[in-house]
């Protein structure tokens, strides 16, 4: 079965950027990128499909971007003008609901 990695994480300034990657060990279709802050509920960031379509959640709407390259089997999202309520572990779900550990993103105000 595959397997994913996410990659990325890290400290940012709000205002920053930052590019997450999720790499999969295998054919991929639809990645969903999930979050998680402390003590909150995981929570949707977006999706996109194999053909490139994508959705975000509206709290990050214009600021994060998610794309991939289906040759590496990876997933980006990068996050733009990042704020402190962007602090959560990142995590990258196939649609049969396989999930990668998580990349950590603190916002520093």
């Known amino acids: 079965q595959v397997q994913l990695v996410e990659s990325g994480g890290g400290l940012v300034q709000v205002g920053g950027s930052l590019r997450l990657s999720c790499v999969a060990s295998g054919f991929i279709n639809t990645i969903y990128w999930y979050r998680q802050a402390p003590g909150k509920q995981r929570e949707l960031v977006g999706t996109?499909?194999?053909?490139?379509?994508?959705t975000y959640v509206d709290s990050v709407k214009g600021r994060f971007t998610i794309s991939r390259d289906n040759a590496k089997n990876t997933v980006y999202l990068q996050m733009n003008s990042v704020k402190p309520e962007d602090t959560a572990v990142y995590y990258c779900?196939?649609?049969?609901?396989?999930w990668g550990q998580g990349t950590q993103v603190t916002v520093s105000s």
């Open positions: 996109i499909t194999r053909g490139g379509t994508t």
């Open positions: 779900k196939t649609v049969a609901n396989i």
